[in-house]
């Protein structure tokens, strides 16, 4: 059938996708390679089972998706969050990903359907990988390459659901909160450091 465009909001801005499928069909992610879109799929989904419902995301700074702020680096596990992020917002938790590419050329060892799998392994029930030689981590590097990359992206995305507007506070009060969460500054170290990081508003 014919293909939908999708948005996702994202911090910078949105995340676009195309969708092909039932809603309701099995669920698959595909991920483009590098320097393309979603487009790379665009001829390959009519020939795949048509009870699923596949979703091709334009990785950020691709396609139709919002660039990164100026200034900012296209790391590779900020396209991971965003495989992560993208899920949330479908509310898929257990998916087919199938990956092109964005192999050895872009950051050493950096495909992104496999790091997915490895930081998520009950999200994913099956890894296509085209064109790739797969994610490759000596084996004594594996749990602490796991342990810490996962707890980055779950707190990122965790800190932005909490996000809440600022709150104007007092002088004081502001001194009070930069000293409880620094314990070894000074009364007069954390006055110095509040001169230029605090804005005085009229609300405070």
């Excluded at 029930?125 to 084996?139: N, Q, R, T, W």
Aim: hydrophobic share 45%; glycine share 6%.
């Amino acid at each position: 059938g014919m293909a939908s465009e999708v948005k996702f909001p994202v911090p910078w801005g949105h995340v676009a996708a195309k969708a092909w499928g039932p809603p309701q069909g099995h669920p698959v992610l595909c991920l483009h390679g590098w320097l393309d879109n979603a487009n790379t799929f665009e001829r390959l989904i009519p020939l795949l089972p048509a009870d699923h419902r596949y979703v091709a995301m334009d990785f950020s700074g691709h396609g139709l998706s919002s660039h990164r702020p100026a200034g900012s680096l296209y790391h590779f596990l900020d396209y991971v969050s965003e495989v992560r992020r993208v899920a949330a917002a479908l509310q898929w938790r257990r998916f087919t990903l199938m990956g092109h590419s964005m192999a050895f050329l872009f950051h050493s060892q950096c495909v992104f359907s496999p790091q997915f799998c490895l930081l998520y392994p009950e999200m994913v029930d099956k890894l296509i990988l085209l064109e790739s030689v797969g994610f490759l981590l000596a084996p004594e590097d594996v749990e602490k390459w796991l342990t810490s990359k996962r707890m980055m992206i779950d707190n990122l995305l965790s800190l932005e659901a909490k996000q809440q507007p600022p709150k104007a506070r007092s002088p004081e009060a502001a001194l009070q909160r930069l000293l409880e969460a620094n314990t070894h500054l000074t009364t007069q170290g954390g006055e110095v450091l509040l001169q230029r990081g605090a804005t005085v508003t009229p609300a405070g």
